[in-house]
């Protein structure tokens, strides 16, 4: 993955105005913003790692579907082994397989974050035009499935205060493998939204194209075949090494993406802190067991929250997941673990996420040969925050009616509705065993955080690598320290304002030259 | 690629001895898993190759590794190897290593019993013996199913 080309001869040059890096949240709203640029004359790229899907092709089958648009079928794993990271890979990026969740980022997170020239209000309008571009809404409540009533009831009972999700579906039919990206095409992600815009303004997008490196004002990448049974569309170009210079190049691969490339393109020597201040909102799924059967294959999966990150520094949400994944994020094995699995249709499922913060060594690195490296240890607070969630599910869990309660930090796991009172005992942080206990996270964020200087960030306010006039950043990466909500609809606000600072720059660094080549 | 393509060009680390390794992991797991035909475990044994073989080669041998560690710590403790163990004593083997002090023993399990869960459960008969329905026609297609 060094890009080192094996021959010269082979490497095909091009030349473009401006490239993206990512077609996700933060490439496909770049995309978008700057395709009125092509207008003018301007040249515009987008990169995507992955493939371009027909509608056909998203069929809703666990491994076939993993292995189309996750890196790593999903199962990226982090240094030591003890978290999967879950992004996309494929035209929409992570948008393609989140579940619509959208959510404005809290004023109290960003005004932690103490980004100079960032203030809520301003993150708050942009994220808001991107709501009403991808339709956000409620669903109607008789859309909502068991799962999702059983939680906001047993909330109510237990003394918490639900909240309905916004989502940006159009049509939604209720398929529940929203994780798996929507069958039905219902879900507003970049590729059903930005992106297709962008292309009608003349924004050209290749897919199956990695960036291997970034030299000055150059993009290195490979473009793939497409191999034998692979879903989505061959590349737009010929499978080679591409030497494409640019004028501005915006990196939004992911924070995972984006950190590695920098890194591997040399950048930490003019910033230094590239690479760190990775959070994730670590994850587990918790399981109640109910006496009937519920609604918990059908519906939107993920239609209420509870938002405890303030207190207690953690935020539960409805979940409904596939039966692998299930089977893979219950604790143990064996006859009790089958027993439960046998019990799918009574299951409610609660997500507990951990409002993690950047501390020092949970960082992206890369190998030697260039692939990203993700270490993550588990702080004492993070632990804490999650046997505090958990404890609170199994509340919720009892209150709505559970007989019992499937928490990986109690052992034995399961916790009878007779235990109810012992709740705080039996679950508890003696029982957290990393290695273990399923963890894993699909907020990836921070590697390249916005800040005052070079000496303690990576880019300014508006994604400008610091010393790199030409380099910018417009993803998830950019975030200094956790966000404590799903980031999608913040990260499409900062490429937003990533996306005008380009348009401002845009006279000084392309100066009145229109690409003269050449496809 | 469908499961019996994949089986017929795939095979699991170990060759035979690995396939009799894997089929004792798969039982220990999931004790469902005994009643397999073979043409079952055949498309489990699929399911298992094709995503290790998409893996970095490192991750390969790492869990072809653990297998045989396995296999010795099955020697050590029951002076049989694996897949000649008796299923609550295979069982009871992986609950004591899940139990490790040792994170990469641990984590060793916890990839074991992942390609375990992965092989039984991806299979769409195992989905619908378990009562899972979803489909992309969702409240239609549950109404329906309801209706008849």
Redesign the interface.
Known sequence: MDGTPQSKQLVIEREYDIVIIGSGAGGGTVAQELGKLVADGRRILVLEQGGRLADHEF??R??DMS?ALYE??G?FLTA???MTLAFGRVFGGSTVVYTGTSLIAPKRVIERWDVPMLDHADLERRSRRYMVENNVHYLPDE?LNDNNRLFALGCERAGYHAEQFPLNVRG??????CNLGC??AAKMGTNRVQLPAAERLGVEVVTRAEALRIEDRVVLARVRERS??EKGARSEWMPGTYRIRAGIVVCAGGAVGTSALLLRSGLARVVPRLGEGFTCHPAHILVGEHAQ?I?N???HPKSFFLDRAEEEGFVLETCMY???V???NLT????P??AL??A??RLQMILVLACDRAVTGNRITVDGAGRPVVHYRFTDAVITSLIHATRASARIFFAAGAVRVHAPSADPPLVERSQMDEIDALISERHF????I?ISAAHLMGGCAMGHSARESVTDGWGRVHGVPWLRVADSSLFPDSLEINPYVTVMALADRTAQAVQADAGELLGGRVALTTA | MSADSAAATLALPGGGRGNARFRALLNAVVPEAISLDDEEWREAQSIIARALAARPASVQRQIGLFMHVLDVASLVRYGRPLAALPVAHATSLLEALSRSRLLLVRRGIWGARTLAFMGYYARAEAARAIGYRAAAAGWTAHRKANSS
């Open positions: 069929t809703g666990e491994l292995d790593d079928a199962g030591d082994g003890t859309e939604c039919r209720g398929s529940s493998l069958p039905n034998e049974g059967p609604t294959d059908v519906g596939f039966p692998f299930t089977a893979k143990g094995f064996g006859t673990h089958s699995m046998r799918f249709p065993q990393t290695g273990r399923s």
